[in-house]
């Protein structure tokens, strides 16, 4: 017996009511982006649930590319069956005998959407728990916390079977809620506050902040790559690498030592929010822990974040940094960020930096430079890099072959 199918449940697009089709097509786009790879499969969708064919493919493989999906709840490989309850039994009887073994025990599960099939729920649950006892000896009981649960659904079009139930990734499609623009420094958290972000439907597009000659093209291509990770999640992201070297040195030359981390945070603030209006995002992703540093203080957060309107969103801001390393491991970027790389956030670092500056002192030091022309030659002369999944993995082959 093989399977024909993967039926997938929608997550908390469940709570969508009007805007469902709209959230459907964006996790069909999503799953089409990823079973690109597998030229036999097709979807079939609808607004309650949604059916990947197999076609000739393996259901192992695409399984293991389904779990990273956001907006997937849950989903089952499973078979389509005729309304046939002869028919219907021996696809039952095959599900069960490929999970079985020794000790383990079990239980029917079926759902009669269409009220016209011979067999009430109770009748189907006991016909088919009776087959499988009689052909599977050793085969046990449990109601309530069986090994084995075969599921059967009987719709108009036809009769689903299926036994197993895997998590998906949950959350919503990526791109289902807007879009904004991530603060990627090559830190840990950044990534991670993308990820969760993606998660939540965003759509993320990266800034940078480049500042050769005291940030390298090493520093530089772990940010590249950090996106390509991401990008493994959420398809295609538009990375902008900001040149902040003269905006730095500025700052440096003009507000005094304790001063120079806020001002520098809320000068990249505004580079990224013009950024952002430019490319019609509706918000700002930072990766930020509440206390974590000294530009992290409520006090701080709030004096920098004067300089815009725009929502920020702090994905991390109550989360422990030991929660963040072990997210930055889960999704394979820690070791990304860990390398030995400084980025313009660790180089002019004072040595008693203000953890509770004063809006109106910075302010004060800020007025001496009018800042506005720089902003906009940083914004104009930004480098935008589309970056794709396994770019840098097919790079390497290339390279391999020369």
Do not use: W
Not at 211 to 233: C, G, H, M, W, Y
């Amino acid at each position: 017996m093989k399977y024909d199918r993967i039926l997938v449940r929608y997550g908390e697009l469940s709570t969508k009511g009007r805007n469902r089709n709209k959230f459907v097509d964006k996790l069909k786009r999503s799953i089409n982006r990823v079973i690109r790879n597998f030229p036999t499969a097709t979807i079939e969708a609808d607004r309650e649930r949604m059916y990947i064919l197999l076609g000739e493919e393996k259901v192992e493989d695409i399984a293991k590319a389904l779990k990273n999906i956001f907006g997937i709840q849950s989903f089952s490989p499973a078979v389509k069956v005729e309304k046939n309850v002869e028919l219907m039994k021996q696809i039952a009887l095959s599900l069960v005998q490929k999970l079985y073994q020794p000790g383990l025990c079990f239980k029917v599960s079926a759902k009669r959407i269409d009220k016209t099939f011979e067999l009430g729920t109770d009748e189907m649950n006991r016909e088919f728990g009776a087959h499988l006892l009689i052909n599977i000896p050793g085969l046990k009981v449990n109601v309530k916390q069986p090994d084995i649960n075969l599921r059967i659904e009987v719709r108009a079009e036809a009769a689903y079977l299926y036994c197993e139930n895997i998590l998906g990734a949950g959350g919503y499609p990526v791109g289902s809620n807007g879009k904004a623009m991530l603060m990627l420094s090559g830190g840990i958290d950044s990534p991670v506050a993308g990820y969760l972000s993606l998660k939540r439907g965003v759509e993320i597009e990266g800034v940078h902040f480049y500042s050769p000659p005291f940030t390298s093209e090493r520093a530089k291509q772990k940010v590249i790559d950090l996106t390509e990770k991401l990008a493994n999640i959420s398809g295609t992201i538009a990375l902008h690498i900001v040149p902040f070297t003269e905006i730095q040195q500025m700052i440096q030359d003009q507000v005094p030592s304790n001063y120079t981390m806020t001002t520098t945070r809320r000068l990249m603030l505004r580079i990224t929010d013009e950024i952002r209006r430019r490319q019609n995002g509706l918000a700002i992703i930072t990766g930020e822990s509440l206390g974590q540093v000294a530009s992290q203080t409520l006090e701080s957060m709030y004096t920098i974040n004067q300089v815009t309107n725009t929502p920020i969103l702090r994905p991390l801001v109550m989360m422990d940094k030991t929660e963040i390393i072990s997210l930055a491991q889960q999704i394979d970027t820690y070791d990304i960020s860990i390398r030995p790389f400084e980025d313009c956030c660790t180089i002019f670092v004072p040595s008693s930096p203000k953890t509770k500056p004063k809006l109106d002192k910075v302010e004060h030091f800020e007025s001496f430079v009018d800042f506005e022309p720089f902003i906009q030659k940083a914004v104009d002369n930004t480098e935008l890099m589309i970056i794709r999944p396994g770019e840098s993995l097919k790079q390497n082959v290339i390279e391999d072959l020369f």
